[in-house]
């Protein structure tokens, strides 16, 4: 599958005006998309950032809906959204919860790594992030995104709640630095937004 994400920041204070927008009109027309398979909003409301995920059931079906989506992006983010990046990823390894309770939580940590090491990043990330992650208290599913060209990439973990989401900081640490060295890979960030929906859908 393929994923299109959008990073927005804005005035927090406009934020739920976004994410009603998203949850509304937003997802009532992505159902209508062909190739459709499933979306992810994510909120940090304290700072003002929003990260939305629209999963495709192959690229062409992401590619088609580009137009259609960038118009819709452009009007229901349009009262919060002061900045806003568009991203367009290879599903790499793929984990998804089927559904999340309200107190859920997310984490993403952006990567940088060389092109030609784009194999060795999912390999570390299936074989040895992934199987730890599904030890951990209250963890509920993680994907990795992958842009190999630009020798970018996401991974994302979703938790049951606030006090999981806390416990796993310090394994994760350790594991996310050992994967990075055997992947050759670097951490540019590691962010954290509260889960305001994340809707599944199997492929065709």
């Known amino acids: 599958m393929f994923v299109r ?16 927008a998203l949850t509304g009109e937003g997802r009532e027309q ?7 398979r499933g979306a992810g909003l994510f909120v940090d409301r304290e700072v003002g950032k929003l990260l939305t995920g ?18 819709l992006r452009a009007r229901v983010l349009s009262g919060f959204a002061a900045t806003m990046t568009v991203d ?5 390894v793929v984990s998804r919860p089927e559904s999340v309770g309200e107190d859920a939580r997310f984490r993403l940590t952006r990567l940088e790594f060389a092109p030609t ?6 390999d570390a990330f299936e074989n040895g992030v992934l199987p730890k992650l599904r030890t951990m208290r209250g963890f ?10 630009a020798g970018r990439g996401t991974v994302g973990a979703v938790y049951a709640d606030r006090d999981s989401l806390a416990a796993s900081r310090g394994p994760v640490a350790g594991v996310r630095g050992e994967a990075a060295s055997k992947a050759r890979a670097t951490v540019r960030s590691v962010e954290e937004f509260e889960v305001v929906m994340i809707d599944a859908r199997p492929p065709s």
């Open 5 to 20: 994400t959008t990073y927005a920041t804005g005035d927090p204070a406009k934020l739920d005006q976004a994410v009603q």
């Open 30 to 36: 992505l159902t209508k998309e062909p190739g459709y």
């Open 140 to 149: 509920l599913g993680g994907t990795l995104f992958l842009d190999r060209t």
């Open 54 to 71: 629209t999963w495709w059931q192959d690229e062409e079906a992401l590619r088609a809906s580009a137009d259609r989506m960038g118009e």
């Open 117 to 122: 090491d784009a194999d060795a990043l999912v």
């Open 88 to 92: 367009n990823w290879e599903a790499a």
